[in-house]
Nanobody, 119 residues
Framework: QVQLVESGGALVQAGGSLRLSCAAS????????MGWYRQAPGKQRELVAI???????NYADSVKGRFTISRDNAKNTVFLQMNSLKPEDTAVYYC?????????????WGQGTQVTVSS
């Protein structure tokens, strides 16, 4: 059974920092691209950052220079370091694991962790 368990969400003041973690089990973690998405109330879920199985990273323009995604394949964990947080970063943050193979797209989601940034 595949599980993605996020942690690290909290209430923080604007300008502060948080580090989110997502621990994966039930998958060969190193084969998966890992991503962080977020969904604010009344808005669609959006991509925040992604790190490929090879370690390449991409970020949403809104978080470039403030957020850093990283992974530890030995611990089956992906991280999102969030600095200089803004109220507009308030959302539920979801971990995503994805592996594309010919004829099959393996996609898994975590349950989400709440990040609230007060002004």
């Amino acid at each position: 059974q595949v599980q993605l368990v996020e942690s690290g969400g909290a209430l923080v003041q604007a300008g502060g920092s948080l580090r989110l973690s997502c621990a994966a089990s039930g998958i060969t973690f190193s084969q998966y691209d890992m991503g962080w998405y977020r969904q604010a109330p009344g808005k669609q879920r959006e991509l925040v950052a992604i790190i490929s199985s090879g370690g390449s990273t991409n970020y949403a323009d809104s978080v470039k220079g403030r957020f850093t995604i990283s992974r530890d394949n030995a611990k089956n964990t992906v991280f999102l370091q969030m600095n200089s947080l803004k109220p507009e970063d308030t959302a539920v943050y979801y971990c995503n694991a994805r592996k594309l193979r010919i004829g099959r797209d393996y996609v898994y989601w975590g349950q989400g962790t709440q990040v609230t940034v007060s002004s």
